[in-house]
């Protein structure tokens, strides 16, 4: 069974930074895609980053490329999301997602797991 918990999130002046975590379990990450979501109220969710370490791949959303991070440690079964250099617009709910590879981008998948979300606010 696939589960996802993420943390990290928190309250930033822009400008600053944040490392969200999302530990997950039941499946071995090398033949899943995984993903950052986000969602301010109001607003549909955005895909923010993805991952398929299987490929070696990563994806960033252009609001975001350049500041943003993502990553996972295979000893700690945790994916990453380094957020730097935040602005307002960052804002949101940030949900952690996964779904089983099955060749192709990452970008395509109706992800069929997610966790329980972690909030980011950030102030001007």
């Known amino acids: 069974q696939v589960q996802l918990v993420e943390s990290g999130g928190g309250s930033v002046q822009a400008g600053g930074s944040l490392r969200l975590s999302c530990a997950f379990s039941?499946?071995?990450?090398?033949?899943?895609?995984m993903a950052w979501f986000r969602q301010a109220p109001g607003k549909e969710r955005e895909g923010v980053a993805h991952?398929?370490?299987?490929?070696?791949?990563?994806y960033y959303h252009d609001s975001v490329a350049g500041r943003f991070t993502i990553s996972q440690d295979s000893a700690k079964n945790t994916m990453y999301l380094q957020m730097n250099s935040l602005k307002p617009e960052d804002s949101g709910m940030y949900y952690c997602?996964?779904?089983?590879?099955?060749?192709?981008?990452?970008?395509?998948?109706?992800?069929?797991?997610w966790g329980q979300g972690t909030q980011v606010t950030v102030s001007s």
């Open positions: 997602a996964a779904a089983e590879y099955i060749g192709i981008s990452c970008g395509n998948y109706d992800y069929d797991s």
């Open positions: 039941g499946f071995y990450y090398m033949r899943y895609c």
């Open positions: 991952i398929h370490a299987g490929g070696g791949s990563t």
